[in-house]
């Protein structure tokens, strides 16, 4: 066995997952040119997921429904759900569970994200080698694996068809045939060839997936090979309900036309580095370059690790996973939507608070484990990180109003507005929150010990104006913000309805002392009042302002009801939940509240569940991603406004510019070019969505159309 053929790794990813989903619970879906799209503001909302017949007519994710249309008249739209003004991922995140049950019986799984799993099968490809008398596998249990790098086309292996024109499957085919042939059989005792463990790998792969669609009705891919980067890049060479066998003796050639980006780990920072630092575009033209200059240049760990990976070797281990460690929801505030008063916080922390207690109780009553810790992330206006500032503290107990006024006592200090102010400053473009730090559930007296100890304890300290706004605080009872989802929607409303701040019955929350300055980033100088001093007066926000103002009202009223009297609480099981922990972890009760550090990965940066954004090849929590697309679209219909409308668009345009932070995430690689989707690229690269839909008419896109519409 050759240095770093060692092992057996499968990576399986559910094929246009949100779709596949979708057409589960409406049937009429299925087999039809579909899409699942978020929100339905501007042009029909932005599509999320496509299903394979729908990019066969040249749909791609990230373009608007209304120009997808035109590509596809009978294309079918199924729409993410919404709850607490926000997306609701539950239908795609409990069918996440049932894959990942399924697979759990086949391997030890590390779930990756919310569609796929990586899975370490070389003790049982060596258990099956074992059972097997004859080490020959038949091409009939392999019947939707390819192999990559066959059929070799050497006229000496295929003397008399180098001019015949094959189907892909007829490819399929005939490369797996003459792979089959090519490998070494192994009598019981000696050591069996790569080849064929990878083959006997593929055949429980192709058994795990059957399984999974008998018992799920959802359809796969994998990549089978000898690690979780030749895996990933697999799975994504013949997608759909299609696996693909990557042997080492292949890497080279296709590492060779392979850009360094769409290797897992180097879609970032690291990938750009490296191909400014080298001047090198693909995998393979690192293998020019010899261990020492490597590490001279991206230090020792680094340069070896790169040294190994351009020849397709890498050692990162399978982690046994199945749950997610975090469980969390964010919202975006952008540009005009930012939070620039306490109640506006305190009114989405409790929005998000009521969405987390209702996924921590359901993960309580089925996984037996409860969190132990509560994280709050913010981002400020002007602030091009995808998360300023996080802090954490003790997760007390389940419960939407004690979790926000928690959270909100240990942001508060972020505000620079000082507490007798009913200001936010400087404003915030998201919030999120997160559980995490869970253990067993006790089981003796277990949860509902756990419940009622908390309970009782929380009632001596809890006040008698929490408990009478506790009703208040139901999301039923604040419908008026809950029909602001659909940020684009939200942002052009905002422009015209800042609810009026409070001067008087102003919170003051009984913790937290004093408010310390934020660090500030040149960038955001936009105070408050310059931001709403470029308010806008053409008609059409005319047209909409007495509708808003409404809404404004009864926005306002019914955040009043939202305040809330913090709490006490203990906090002596605060932990970071990022590692390297950058956090800050505190109690709420802190009357010194510190600055916190700069946090520069994803809010409880836990590294599953990420998912990569096409669009600026970032990874981004599986949770976070309908935020984050949000943000994009926001600026897909920024760029069309100024690219199709003259100065008088301007003015009337909401000044998204003012917020243009970019897309939460990690990685720091913005553009939309770029894509560390493997698969998406191999089969072929779309190029950025706003542009393809300036070319199709995306000039249309005036705000007055956008009233219009909507
Ligand atoms: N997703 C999302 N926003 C993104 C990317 C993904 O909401 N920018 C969601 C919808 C997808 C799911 O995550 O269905 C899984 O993402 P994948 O990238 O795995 O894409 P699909 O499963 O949709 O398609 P494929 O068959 O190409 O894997």
Avoid at 23 to 51: D, E, F, H, M
Avoid at 300 to 328: H, M, N
Avoid at 460 to 472: A, D, G
Avoid at 534 to 542: L, Q
Wanted: glycine content about 6%; overall charge neutral.
């Amino acid at each position: 066995m050759e240095y770093g053929e060692e092992r057996v790794v499968a990576l399986v990813d559910m094929d246009c997952f949100y779709v596949q989903v979708e057409q589960r619970l409406n049937p009429a879906l299925r087999n039809t040119p579909c899409v699942v799209a978020q929100y339905k503001t501007w042009k029909g909302g932005g599509i999320i997921a496509v299903s394979y017949e729908a990019r066969d007519h040249g749909v791609t994710r990230n373009m608007w429904v209304d120009d997808a249309k035109n590509l596809c008249q009978d294309l079918q739209v199924a729409r993410v759900r919404e709850l607490h003004g926000k997306a609701d991922l539950t239908h795609y995140r409990e069918a996440s569970v049932e894959v990942i049950e399924v697979m759990s019986r086949f391997a030890v799984i590390e779930r990756a994200s919310i569609d796929e799993a990586y899975m370490d099968l070389t003790a049982a490809v060596q258990q099956r080698l074992k059972d097997m008398s004859v080490n020959r596998i038949d091409p009939s249990l392999l019947k939707t694996t390819y192999i990559q790098g066959y059929p070799q086309s050497s006229s000496e292996l295929e003397p008399h068809t180098e001019d015949l024109v094959f189907d892909k499957e007829e490819q399929r085919s005939r490369g797996l045939h003459q792979w089959l042939a090519s490998l070494t059989p192994s009598s019981l005792g000696e050591q069996s060839s790569a080849g064929l463990q990878l083959t006997v790998g593929a055949f429980i792969v192709e058994e795990m997936r059957a399984a999974v669609e008998e018992q799920t009705g959802f359809r796969c891919s994998a990549g089978i090979s000898h690690n979780k980067v030749l895996a990933k890049l697999a799975c994504g060479l013949n997608k759909p309900n299609r696996q693909t066998i990557l042997p080492l003796a292949s890497v080279t050639e296709l590492f060779n036309s392979l850009p360094i980006g769409k290797i897992r780990n180097l879609g970032g920072k690291l990938g750009s580095s490296i191909t400014e630092t080298l001047g090198v575009e693909n995998m393979g033209d690192l293998t020019r370059f010899s261990q020492a200059q490597l590490e001279l240049h991206f230090g020792d760990k680094t340069g070896r690790w790169l040294y190994d990976l351009c020849r397709g070797i890498e050692f990162e281990a399978v982690k046994p996973r199945q749950l997610p460690k975090s469980i969390g929801c964010s919202k975006n505030f952008p540009g005009k939507t930012s939070l620039a008063t306490k109640e506006e916080v305190q009114f989405w922390l409790h929005q998000l608070a009521l969405e987390l207690e209702e996924r921590l109780t359901k993960d309580r009553d089925v996984n037996g484990r409860v969190a132990k810790s509560l994280t709050v992330g913010v981002r400020q206006l002007g602030d091009k990180r995808p998360s300023s500032f996080s802090r954490c503290c003790a997760l007390v107990r389940y419960e939407a109003t004690k979790i926000s006024s928690d959270s909100f006592a240990i942001i508060k200090s972020l505000n620079t507005a000082g507490n007798q102010q009913a200001a936010w400053t400087p404003p915030l473009t998201l919030l999120h929150i997160s559980a995490s730090k869970f253990s067993d559930a006790p089981s003796s007296g277990g949860i509902t010990g756990f419940l009622s100890t908390e309970t009782s304890l929380s009632q001596s300290r809890f006040s008698t104006s929490q408990l009478s706004n506790k009703s208040s605080l139901d999301a039923k009872s604040v419908s008026p913000c809950k029909q602001q989802h659909g940020t684009i929607q939200s942002f052009f409303q905002k422009a015209t309805e800042r609810p009026t701040i409070q001067k008087d019955g102003e919170e003051e929350v009984s913790v937290g002392g004093k408010a310390s300055p934020a660090p500030k980033s040149a960038s955001e100088s936009h105070s408050g009042a310059e931001r709403r001093s470029s308010d806008v007066s053409e008609s059409p926000r005319r047209h909409i302002k007495s509708f808003f103002q409404k809404r404004s009202t009864e926005r306002s009223s019914s955040m009043k009801n939202s305040l809330n009297i913090v709490e006490k609480n203990n906090s002596e099981d605060c932990v970071p939940v990022v590692s390297p922990s950058r956090t800050q972890c505190e109690n709420p009760d802190n009357e010194q509240a510190t600055d916190v550090e700069l946090n520069p990965n994803p809010p409880s940066g836990a590294s599953e569940d990420l998912l990569t954004c096409d669009r600026c090849s970032q990874e981004v929590l599986a949770w976070e991603m309908p935020e984050h697309n949000d943000y994009h679209f926001a600026m897909d219909l920024q760029k069309s406004f100024s690219s199709s409308s003259s100065s008088s668009a301007a003015t009337t345009s909401c000044n998204i510019s003012s917020s243009s932070s970019p897309p939460p995430l990690r990685g720091g690689v913005t553009g939309s070019a770029q894509s560390s989707r493997v698969k998406t690229k191999i089969r072929g690269q779309s190029g950025p969505a706003a542009k393809k839909l300036r070319s199709q008419g995306g000039s249309a896109s005036t705000l007055d159309s956008f009233f219009k519409k909507n």
